[in-house]
């Protein structure tokens, strides 16, 4: 056992509905999703500072730029000092 995982406050899985970033242009589209993953993230677990997985950010850029999954499981874990990681679920 790490000594983070002492310290975990809460833990919740999440489907982050990312059709909202189909109104933004095309060549922007994944760069925002990874943006609207982060701020859906920050509002539900009331968190100030996350930090999204480099596999989540794969997983949504897979595809290109323009055309990023239309959802994404995340299992956000957050920590006593605040900070909350997003990784697939």
Do not use: N
């Not at 323009?66 to 697939?88: S, T």
Request: hydrophobic content about 40%.
């Amino acid at each position: 056992m790490s000594e983070r995982e002492s310290e975990v406050e809460l833990e919740r899985q999440y489907t982050v509905p990312l059709r909202v970033v189909l109104g933004v242009p095309r060549w922007r589209r994944a760069a925002r999703a990874i943006r609207f993953v982060r701020a859906f993230v920050a509002r539900h677990m009331k968190a100030e500072e996350v930090k999204i997985d480099p596999k989540v950010s794969e997983y949504i850029w897979s595809r290109g730029a323009k055309k990023p999954p239309r959802k994404v499981k995340v299992k956000a874990v957050k920590y006593k000092d605040g900070l909350v990681r997003v990784e697939l679920a």
